[in-house]
Nanobody, 128 residues
Framework: EVQLVESGGGSVQAGGSLRLSCLASGFYFDDKTIGWFRRAPGKEREGLSC????????YYANSVKGRFTISRDRANNTVYLQMDNLKPEDTAVYYCAAEHPRFCSHGKMSDAWEWGYWGLGTQVTVSS
């Protein structure tokens, strides 16, 4: 059974940092692309970043480019999202997802409906 478990969320002040973790199990870790999404209150789920399973290419949404960094620890079946210079508008529930999406490379990330496996999410709250 495929399982994704997020952790590392919490409350920080603007300008602070958090590192989210996504522990994966139930599938060959190197075989799937891993992505990070978030859903803020009243908004649709937003794709933030992903790392392509093939060549390790990464994608970042403009809203987080230069502030967030995705990385994959193959020894521990974990994908991280390092979030720096957090802003109040980053407040949301953050989810990791796994799949073979059509797009995860320079300039484009597949929408949420293409990702088949999801974690339950972790809350991030950024205060001003």
């Amino acid at each position: 059974e495929v399982q994704l478990v997020e952790s590392g969320g919490g409350s920080v002040q603007a300008g602070g940092s958090l590192r989210l973790s996504c522990l994966a199990s139930g599938f060959y870790f190197d075989d799937k692309t891993i992505g990070w999404f978030r859903r803020a209150p009243g908004k649709e789920r937003e794709g933030l970043s992903c790392e392509w399973s093939g060549d390790g290419s990464v994608y970042y949404a403009n809203s987080v480019k230069g502030r967030f960094t995705i990385s994959r620890d193959r020894a521990n079946n974990t994908v991280y999202l390092q979030m720096d210079n957090l802003k109040p508008e980053d407040t949301a529930v953050y989810y990791c997802a796994a799949e073979h999406p059509r797009f995860c490379s320079h300039g484009k990330m597949s929408d949420a409906w293409e990702w088949g496996y999801w974690g339950l999410g972790t809350q991030v709250t950024v205060s001003s």
